[in-house]
Nanobody
């Protein structure tokens, strides 16, 4: 079955960096767009970044443009979210997502906390 597993979250000071990873299994990774979402306490889940199946197009939420990058390795079946210049408002649980077979699939998420 489709499985997505995020890792790499943690506590970081404002201005710091983190790299999130998403390990995928159970589907043909290289033919699906991959997404990163986040959900802060008391807020709705929001789309942070998207990368097309070949990695030739990326889209970012306005709030993270210029600070976050998304990438993928189709051989390793991995997606990544590099987060730089982190701000307290980036604090959230970050989720990896793929729509496979018409169904949205999610990982369990990884907590990112930006605080001094």
């Amino acid at each position: 079955q489709v499985q997505l597993m995020e890792s790499g979250g943690g506590l970081v000071q404002p201005g710091g960096s983190l790299r999130l990873s998403c390990a995928a299994s159970g589907f043909i990774f290289g033919i699906y767009t991959m997404n990163w979402y986040r959900q802060a306490p008391g807020k709705e889940r929001e789309l942070v970044a998207t990368i097309t199946r070949l990695g030739d197009m990326t889209i970012f939420a306005d709030s993270v443009k210029g600070r976050f990058t998304i990438s993928r390795d189709n051989v390793k079946k991995m997606a990544y979210l590099q987060m730089n210049s982190l701000k307290p408002e980036d604090t959230a649980v970050y989720y990896c997502n793929a729509a496979v077979g018409g169904t949205n699939h999610w990982g369990k998420g990884t907590q990112v906390t930006v605080s001094s």
